[in-house]
T-cell receptor
Framework: KNEVEQSPQNLTAQEGEFITINCSYS?????LHWLQQHPGGGIVSLFM???GKKKHGRLIATINIQEKHSSLHITASHPRDSAVYIC????????????FGTGTRLQVFP | DAGVIQSPRHEVTEMGQEVTLRCKPI?????LFWYRQTMMRGLELLIY????????DSGMPEDRFSAKMPNASFSTLKIQPSEPRDSAVYFC???????????FGDGTRLSIL
């Protein structure tokens, strides 16, 4: 079993829909990261959080440390949000290294 | 800020050849990471450096892979000899702090024929 699990693996949506991507992890963590990888291949760090909630534009990330679960929400989705979203955690016992989920491929259609 | 710079962007070579991938981290970032991404295995950490010193190379597949960081502004990942199964996208990333946000380069798409 992977230490970081994401769901769903693939997600399609119509423009304007509210989107939720989930991430569960099994290790103690110091931080959780959400990354975005566009079809061109570049990877961008969206959020780093260790508690509560963070918001950036139409993106919201939440984390529940007790339940070892995080969600990434996209409000008013747009075709340019189409990308792979990757959850990664920094283990509490080795904070230097990221453990990656397998990613969620999102396609938003106009 | 120029971001993390990787070169080349694409590399196609025949098996058995030596391949060298290059990375320039963001100035002031003390941590540098080399990752490999494949369809089958996703993103995998190969090796990372702190202040130019290799800290963990447990992800390096085998002796054919080596990485160096001769100074704070340059790192190389070398594969010798290369094999078709090494075909992947190789990313370099840097960060200011151990568990801080990592800044990724655009990657090198490597194809070994």
């Amino acid at each position: 079993k992977n230490e970081v699990e994401q769901s769903p693996q693939n997600l399609t949506a119509q423009e304007g829909e509210f989107i939720t991507i989930n991430c569960s992890y099994s290790v103690g963590i110091s931080a959780l990261h959400w990354l975005q990888q566009h079809p061109g291949g570049g990877i961008v760090s969206l959020f780093m959080l260790s508690s509560g909630k963070k918001k950036h534009g139409r993106l919201i990330a939440t984390i529940n440390i007790q339940e070892k679960h995080s969600s990434l929400h996209i409000t008013a989705s747009h075709p340019r949000d189409s990308a792979v979203y990757i959850c990664a955690v920094s283990s509490r016992y080795n904070t230097d290294k990221l453990i990656f989920g397998t990613g969620t491929r999102l396609q938003v259609f106009p | 800020d120029a971001g993390v710079i990787q070169s080349p962007r694409h590399e196609v070579t025949e098996m058995g050849q030596e391949v060298t991938l290059r990375c320039k981290p963001i100035s002031g970032h003390d941590y540098l990471f080399w990752y490999r991404q494949t369809m089958m295995r996703g993103l995998e950490l190969l090796i990372y450096f702190n202040n130019n010193v290799p800290i963990d190379d447990s992800g390096m597949p085998e002796d054919r892979f080596s990485a160096k960081m001769p100074n704070a502004s340059f790192s190389t990942l070398k594969i010798q000899p290369s094999e078709p199964r090494d075909s992947a996208v190789y990313f370099c990333a840097s960060s200011l702090a151990p568990s801080g946000p990592q800044h990724f380069g655009d990657g090198t798409r490597l194809s070994i024929l």
